[in-house]
C-alpha cells in the first residue's frame, strides 16, 4: 500500500489506516477476539496506520491495540490516540496536569514508553486559540511522553487555528463526499504548513457504503441511533451531519458513480485519498471483511476527472444546503 509522508514528524504512514472507535464502544457489541482479527487483517493488507483514543470504550480501544502490538512488535504500525474527553468539556480543564494524567492511561493502555501522537479530542473551540494549551502540549513532547500531539476538530476554523501553531503535527477533520468544505481553506492550509490531514468518518457513518435504506434500523447502543440529532456529541460525527433519510437518498446517487469492480464505499475511500493533501483516511471495520475491502481501496486506479465532477454537483445538489454553513 502506497504510504505517505506523516508532515512534521518525518515518518510515513499508509493512505488507508484502520479507525478504531468501533473496536471500542457506540457501534453495537464487538468481542476481542473479533477485534484484534480485525486488527490483524488491517496489518496483513498493508494499513501501518491506527487512530484510536482514550475514551473509546473508556480504553479498551487502547488496550485492544496494546494487545496486538505486544503480538506484533515488528509491524511498524503507528499509533494516533486522544485525549480530552474524560471530563466536562470547559477549556479550563484543559491542563498539562490533566494532559499528564491522560497521555499516562493512554502510555500504560498501550504498553509503550511514548505516544507516537497524541491528539486534542474535538475540544471546546477557545482551546484551539490557547497558548498556553499548546505550550503545555510542548512540554509533553520535552518529556517524551509525546513524539507530537495534533488536533482533531469540528469545524474549519478549529482546524485553521491549529495549523497555525508551529508545533501542531496532524489536524484530523471530517471529510468524504459528503462533507466537501475542508477543501476549500483547510487541505490548502495544511500542505503549505506541512501539517498532516487525517480524513475521518469517511463513509458518513456508513451511508455512503449505500447499504442502508430509509428502514435501516441501528441497535440501541449505535451512535446513529443516539445521536442523530447531536443529542451526545457533535452531530457531524453521526452521518457526516446529513439528516438520515436524505442521506440514504444522495447514496443511491453516489453509488452510481462507483467504477466497474469497486463498491461505493472503496469508490468514496478512493476519492479521498485522491484529494491533494490528505495524508491518511480511516475507515473503520467491525469485520476482517471490511478491513480488506478498505484496504484495497488504495489499489483502485485515480478516479477520473468526470467521477470527480459528478461527487461535487452531487455535494451542491443535495447536500450543501443542509450542513456547509455549520462547519
Known amino acids: 500500500m502506497e504510504q505517505r509522508e506523516f508532515g512534521r514528524l518525518g515518518r510515513k504512514v499508509s493512505v488507508v489506516g484502520l479507525g478504531t472507535w468501533q473496536l471500542g464502544a457506540d457501534w453495537g457489541e464487538v468481542d476481542e477476539s473479533d477485534a484484534l482479527t480485525v486488527l490483524d487483517t488491517a496489518v496483513e493488507a498493508g ?8 475514551v473509546y470504550g473508556d480504553g479498551r480501544s487502547e488496550q485492544l491495540i496494546g494487545r496486538y502490538l505486544r503480538s ?11 485525549m480530552g474527553r474524560r471530563l466536562p468539556q470547559l477549556a479550563e480543564n484543559y491542563t498539562l496536569d490533566n494532559f499528564r494524567a491522560w497521555t499516562d492511561r493512554s502510555r500504560a493502555n498501550l504498553g509503550v514508553d511514548t505516544l507516537d501522537l497524541v491528539q486534542l479530542h474535538c475540544p471546546p473551540s477557545s482551546v484551539h486559540s490557547s497558548a498556553a494549551v499548546f505550550d503545555a502540549l510542548d512540554t509533553l513532547v520535552a518529556e517524551e511522553r509525546v513524539a507530537a500531539y495534533g488536533v482533531s476538530v469540528e469545524t474549519c476554523a478549529e482546524a485553521l487555528a491549529a495549523i497555525a501553531r508551529p508545533g501542531t503535527a496532524s489536524v484530523q477533520i471530517i471529510l468524504n463526499p459528503f462533507r466537501l468544505k475542508p477543501l476549500e481553506e483547510v487541505v490548502p492550509a495544511a500542505r503549505e504548513a506541512g501539517v498532516g490531514i487525517i480524513a475521518r468518518v469517511p463513509l458518513a457513518s456508513g451511508l455512503l457504503s449505500g447499504k442502508y435504506t430509509k428502514d435501516t434500523v441501528f441497535a440501541e447502543n449505535d451512535h446513529r441511533t443516539f445521536n442523530r440529532h447531536g443529542e ?15 442521506g440514504v437518498e ?10 466497474a469492480g469497486a463498491t461505493p464505499a472503496q469508490t468514496a475511500l ?9 495524508t491518511s483516511v480511516i475507515p473503520g471495520a467491525r469485520s476482517p471483511e471490511q478491513a480488506r475491502a478498505n484496504a ?22 443535495r447536500i450543501r444546503a443542509q450542513v456547509h454553513h455549520r462547519w
Request: proline share 8%; net charge negative; hydrophobic share 45%.
Open 47 to 54: 494499513v501501518t496506520f491506527f487512530d484510536t483514543a482514550d
Open 72 to 82: 506484533r512488535p515488528d509491524a511498524g504500525i503507528f499509533v494516533a490516540t486522544k
Open 232 to 246: 451526545a456529541f457533535d452531530q457531524g460525527e453521526t452521518f457526516s451531519g446529513v439528516g438520515f433519510e436524505e
Open 250 to 259: 444522495a447514496a443511491v446517487e453516489f453509488a452510481g458513480l462507483a467504477p
Open 270 to 278: 478512493r476519492w479521498i485519498v485522491q484529494q491533494p493533501g490528505v
Open 296 to 317: 484495497a481501496a488504495a489499489e483502485l486506479p485515480p478516479l477520473p476527472g468526470a467521477t470527480l465532477e459528478a461527487v461535487g454537483d452531487l455535494y451542491d445538489r
